[in-house]
């Protein structure tokens, strides 16, 4: 009989126990998958796209606006190619339980510096032409069943009408999609222009932030100081960073609850993971006979540990298969789910690879004692136990 | 029920010689248990920290269909309005923006609310108190901080100078707010904060002491009929369970997501612990069948096992996360008002409670299978068996 045989015909000698500690290992491997995910949007460590893109945002508070004229300073800077003003609009669509990012931007701007959303050029040339358009993300026109032609009411809480109303109404002249699956296009956009002539005047003329283009990415930090120092005596001074840092400050606003939620994973997959060992452990050294037999019939004591160590090693990967396997089948799911929440949702091949080397690493240490205890097991004592 | 328990109590007797394997379960259901009550304990401290700066006879006033402070605005003129109006005992207008401060624990910037007050605000809110150093004083650059706010967020001790808004502050003292949301503030005078923030005589808010609770609906109507405001009265209670629903039901049902994915690995760890337990019994089951024991005495004595070492599981956790956690200090930026919400956790004696009652769930689930298996057992087969 070859050793995989053996091994595979072990496995199923209790095919009760086999069969629910796998399952208990793929439980903690999808845990495991999908927390190593949450917590990664959770940190902003997932890279997004924009490896070329610059945030330029007031210094002190998000709350304060930064004036249009900045965009002609900021373009002047050696390495920017391209700048796009947004704003915070905020707004009500029928509910406030219906939230989606709102933006007023210059179009031909926004969708050249965001690249990853895709749009038809004749939804972009009439976007660009009609003033109180407005496109929206594929995502949103499905969540809300909107059609081409729609006017879409906002009822707008920071940015009333100069006239006092404070009901906006956008053409909806089509939609977007999005090349990132790991980042839907839940976004509305409508036109810069019909904002800062329609709105109170406190809000004219203004923006929230910029985001730039570079044509020098490697320059990004460079580039980030120069614009600042453009501005750092002026009213409206800014701050600076390329959006990947930019991400990464705002998770970090979330701070500790993502620390406390690993923390929490940790101990969660680690108490499973001794669970196992300990049942496994306990279904090797009942076959602490079967072994004796083995040793009986010639086979070395090398060969016998491999066998038990083989045997721990496959519960824990196929249990890590399994589970991961679960993880990965529905992320797509859960990612239209989360994505309004954690930002970017995605298992990573990289989490994918740490998880099978954990379940390696796993397997070869529930392994290592039994194996032991075969590796020096004598026949005769062994015998006379059984 | 002789029966039963004489069963019962020989099982447990010999439970010490099987303490590996119990431990599998304690151990199991501690984890889940531990994890579900440390995750609502966040959600309930968040929620008791913004309701607890709840009072029935306060109110706020808001913009009309604004969802929090940092998007609402109001003039100075509508201020003199409302407190004309009857039943309007104190009114305190204030102004509610957000800085940058960075966090202790990272050095990344936060949205730390920085509200500017008169001397009315201290009157509304009698629970405010002075720990540390005194109040700002009216037309001075000086800061008085919450003391949550002091911990969480990096340069706000007692005698320190930090620079906001291109001017220089000095923090003149600690308050403290009956652990509410309070804490995690930065006040100032309202005309200094007005001007530094370039508000001109922009208010954000005002709050309401009520000559008696049951005016707010009165008041609200007047100032909803008065068509000189764009204003709409909200009492503390409902606007703070509005700001705390949606974060701490997010928080609530990940941790009931995650611990149900856990409970389902606790209980196959649990169901093999005792389907290994009724197999190295099974002699000694049968032989009390052949006895003349009756079948429900065996299931119910095994299930009796898997309920009391759940159980012990369940305090466990509930027992650790307690010692961990109970009163640990976080702080998160909460959707609701984009602005930073330090809070304990708050392990309450209801969710111990929950956490046990899931214990017990648990350890009935992974006892009645292995239970009916015991009681199936063929007494001849189990007998000659050995």
């Known amino acids: 009989m070859s050793a995989a045989r053996l091994v595979w015909a072990n496995l199923f000698r209790k095919r009760t126990r086999s069969i629910l500690t796998v399952l208990s290992v793929a439980i903690a491997f999808l845990l495991f998958a999908l927390l190593q995910a949450i917590g990664a949007a959770f940190d902003g460590g997932v890279s997004l796209q924009g490896v070329d893109r610059l945030i330029v945002s007031p210094k002190y508070s998000i709350v304060d606006p930064l004036p249009v004229r900045q965009r002609e300073q900021i373009l002047a800077v050696d390495g920017v190619e391209a700048i796009v003003g947004q704003n915070w609009f905020g707004g009500i669509y029928q509910d406030r339980r219906n939230f989606f990012p709102k933006y007023p931007v210059r179009p031909r701007p926004f969708f050249d510096i965001y690249g990853e959303f895709e749009i038809e050029p004749d939804v972009l040339e009439r976007f660009a032409r009609i003033r109180t358009a407005a496109v929206a993300g594929d995502v949103l026109m499905q969540r809300y069943g909107w059609q081409v032609g729609d006017i879409i009411p906002i009822t707008a809480d920071i940015w009333p009408k100069a006239d006092g109303t404070r009901l906006w109404e956008f053409e909806l002249v089509g939609s977007f999609t999005s090349q990132d699956e790991r980042q839907p296009a839940q976004l509305f956009l409508f036109r810069y222009e019909y904002f800062t002539e329609a709105v109170a005047s406190y809000g004219k003329d203004q923006v929230g932030w910029w985001t730039l283009r570079l044509d020098q990415p490697d320059r990004a930090a460079e580039i980030a100081s120069e614009i600042d120092a453009l501005f750092e005596n002026s009213q409206t001074p800014t701050r600076s960073a390329t959006e990947d840092e930019f991400q990464r400050q705002f998770a970090k606003q979330l701070g500790n609850i993502s620390l406390i939620v690993r923390v929490i994973m940790g101990a969660v997959f680690f108490t499973i993971i001794l669970l196992t060992a300990n049942t496994m452990g306990q279904g090797l050294r009942e076959r602490i006979p079967d072994l004796a037999v083995l040793k009986t019939l010639g086979f070395g004591d090398a060969w016998v540990s491999g066998i038990v160590l083989l045997e721990a090693l496959l519960l824990v990967l196929l249990g890590a298969a399994l589970g991961m396997g679960v993880a990965y089948a529905l992320q797509g799911a859960l990612a239209a789910g989360l994505a309004q929440i954690v930002g970017v949702f995605e298992i990573t091949s990289a989490t994918i690879a740490i998880g099978f080397g954990l379940a390696v690493a796993i397997g070869l240490l529930i392994g290592a004692l039994p194996a032991r205890t075969a590796h020096r097991l004598t026949i005769v004592e062994a015998l006379r136990r059984g | ?386």
């Open chain 2, 1 to 386: 029920m002789g029966q039963i328990l004489e069963i019962t109590l020989m099982n447990l007797r010999n439970l010490v010689s099987r303490l590996g394997s119990s431990l599998v379960i304690v151990v199991g259901i501690a984890g889940v248990v531990a994890v579900l009550v440390g995750l609502l304990a966040m959600a309930a401290g968040f929620r008791a920290a913004l309701q607890s700066a709840s009072v029935p006879e306060r109110a706020i006033v808001l913009r009309d269909q604004s969802n929090g402070e940092l998007s609402s605005g109001m003039s100075n003129v509508e201020y003199n309005i409302v407190s004309q109006f009857e039943g309007v005992a104190v009114l305190s207008p204030e102004l509610y923006v957000v800085a940058d401060i960075p966090k202790m624990d990272t050095g990344t910037p936060a949205n730390v609310v920085l509200r500017g007050v008169g001397p009315d605000a201290f009157v509304v809110r009698p629970e405010i108190e002075v720990i540390k150093g005194r109040r700002f004083e009216p037309g001075r650059n000086e800061l008085l901080v919450g003391q949550l706010a002091a911990v969480e967020f990096a340069g706000l001790e007692v005698g320190a100078e930090i620079e906001l808004k291109s001017s220089r502050w000095r923090i003149v003292g600690h308050f403290a707010a009956n652990g509410s949301a309070y804490e995690s503030e930065v006040w100032a005078d309202l005309p200094v904060a007005q001007s530094a923030f370039n508000r001109g005589g922009a208010l954000s808010s005002m709050r309401v002491l009520l000559e008696q609770p049951s005016l707010a609906a009165s008041v609200a109507e007047a100032i909803k009929a008065d068509p000189r405001l764009d204003l709409a009265l909200t009492t503390e209670d409902q606007f703070y369970a509005e700001q705390s629903e949606g974060l701490s039901s997010l928080i609530t049902s990940f941790g009931y997501a995650v611990a149900t994915i856990m409970a389902i690995g606790a209980v196959f760890a649990a169901l093999n612990t005792m389907y290994t337990a009724v197999s190295t019994r099974s002699v000694e089951i049968a032989t009390l069948r052949a006895l003349g024991f009756g079948a429900l005495p065996v299931v119910i004595s095994v299930l009796i096992e898997a309920l009391l070492l759940a159980f012990l599981g369940g305090a466990l956790g509930g027992l650790v996360v307690w010692l961990l956690f109970d009163g640990y200090t976080a702080s998160t930026l909460n959707n609701a008002s984009f602005s930073q919400v330090a809070f304990d956790f708050a392990v309450t004696p209801q969710l111990l409670q929950t956490g046990l009652v899931w214990a017990l769930v648990l350890g009935a689930i992974g006892g009645l299978l292995p239970a009916l298996r015991a009681a199936r057992l063929p007494i001849f087969d189990a007998l000659r068996g050995e």
